[in-house]
């Protein structure tokens, strides 16, 4: 087991594949085959951290006018608004939202748990805007995706919106490493208000 992990490293594996390996071996040898000792010293390789470009607030408003469509536009403002990740935002529904307690109800999120993000009054009518234009279109279905993909039955893709916005980036002239969670950085209370201006 210790010269297959060399191995992969002498081959160019990045960490993250190697680990990906490391655990699909230790679940074979400790629960397939009842072995746990033939990976007793196998162990995970240190990941880098690195921290992530963030995004300027006019960096973000250029990003969000520059997106193709009204679709992708509301979906890149809602991200950076509540801080929410690409796959929580393309599972949301429209009974998600809650008008009269200004939240957005996020359900089995981030380690399967369900909680509650803050509305800004600014972002609120722009969820309007695209409900009352998707509605019109017929792309949006009663209790259906907040973001509907191409078949309003299915929900927009992690993979659409992700291409959404680097194609955004790209409109925009930001040559930063982009991604969704470069503009869904959630702010502290403080900075809420200031937030609210660009969404």
């Given amino acids: 087991m210790r010269n297959y992990q060399l191995y992969l490293v002498d081959h160019g594996t990045s960490p993250a594949s190697l680990n990906a390996s490391i655990c699909g071996l230790k679940f ?75 939240t957005l109800r996020v359900e089995q999120g981030k380690g399967q748990k369900d909680r509650y993000a803050l509305l800004s009054p600014v972002l609120l009518e722009r969820l309007r805007v695209w409900w009352r234009v998707a509605r019109a279109q017929g792309k949006m279905l009663d209790g259906g995706w907040l973001f509907p993909g191409m078949d309003p039955i299915q929900h927009l893709s992690t993979r659409q919106l992700n291409r959404a916005i680097h194609a955004a980036a790209d409109e925009a002239g930001i040559d930063k490493r982009i991604s969704m969670h470069s503009c869904a950085m959630p702010l502290p209370p403080t900075c809420w208000s200031r937030r609210s201006i660009f969404v």
Avoid: W
């Fill in 28 to 102: 074979f040898f400790g629960v397939t085959l009842d072995r746990p000792e033939a990976m007793a010293k196998m162990k995970p390789v240190h990941l880098p951290r690195k921290l992530p470009d963030i995004l300027s607030p006019d960096e973000v408003k250029r990003l969000i006018a520059a997106a193709g469509n009204l679709k992708h536009q509301t979906a890149l403002a809602l991200a950076y608004a509540t801080g929410l990740r690409v796959n929580e935002v393309v599972h949301l529904k429209v009974s998600d939202i809650d008008s009269q307690r200004m």
